[in-house]
C-alpha cells in the first residue's frame, strides 16, 4: 500500500514538473504576442490589429499608433 502510493506521488510529481516545463513554453510563446494597451482609454488588446479595428471603432477621430510603438 504505502509503495503504491509513493508511486503515485512520485507519478504525481512527475506529472507537476511536466505541466510545469509546458506551462513555461506557453509563457514564452505567449510573451511573442504584442499585447497593446490603448493610449486613449487604457483598454488591453490581444494585439495591433485589435488596436486598429479598436481605434476605427471607438476613436475615429485619431490615428492609430504604429505597432511599432508598442514594443
Ligand atoms: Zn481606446
Redesign the pocket.
Known amino acids: 500500500m504505502v509503495r503504491g502510493a509513493a508511486k503515485a506521488i512520485a507519478q504525481e510529481r512527475n506529472a507537476k514538473k511536466h505541466s510545469g516545463k509546458d506551462k513555461k513554453s506557453e509563457i514564452g510563446a505567449g510573451a511573442k504576442a504584442l499585447k497593446v494597451t ?6 488591453q488588446l490581444i494585439n495591433h490589429h485589435q ?1 486598429k479595428d ?2 476605427a471603432s ?2 475615429p477621430k ?1 490615428t492609430c499608433p504604429p505597432a511599432e510603438s508598442f514594443q
Do not use: I
Request: hydrophobic share 25%; with cysteine; aromatic share 8%.
Open positions: 490603448c493610449p486613449m482609454c487604457k483598454l488596436l479598436h481605434y471607438k476613436h485619431e
